[in-house]
């Protein structure tokens, strides 16, 4: 059973920074892809962030420039850094991980950006 375990969410005011960490239970390069999705209450889960197996990154339109993804395949571990955050970057963060058609989802990590 694949775990995902997402840290590092927290309370910050605009303009600051924050650094998301995905610990995977299994080797990251295993999976096809890797990335991070966020969902407010009552929208749908959206892309933030992804790199594939190969390195190549995608972003979500409103992060791109602000936030940055990598990953450390020795910690089995992907992080999500976000600088410049504004209060609609305010969600939930998910860690997310697929695998052929099987996809595994983190537990979520709040962030909440406010003065």
């Known amino acids: 059973q694949v775990q995902l375990m997402e840290s590092g969410g927290g309370s910050v005011q605009p303009g600051g920074s924050l650094k998301l960490s995905c610990a995977s239970s299994e080797n990251i390069f295993f999976f096809n892809v890797m990335g991070w999705y966020r969902q407010t209450p009552g929208k749908e889960r959206e892309l933030v962030a992804s790199i594939n197996v190969g390195g190549v990154t995608n972003y979500g339109d409103s992060v791109k420039g602000r936030f940055t993804i990598s990953r450390d395949g020795a910690k089995k571990t992907v992080y999500l850094q976000m600088n410049m955050l504004k209060p609609e970057d305010t969600a939930v963060y998910y860690c997310?991980?697929?695998?052929?058609?099987?996809?595994?989802w983190g537990q979520g990590t709040l962030v909440t950006v406010s003065s």
């Open positions: 997310h991980a697929r695998v052929a058609a099987r996809t595994h």
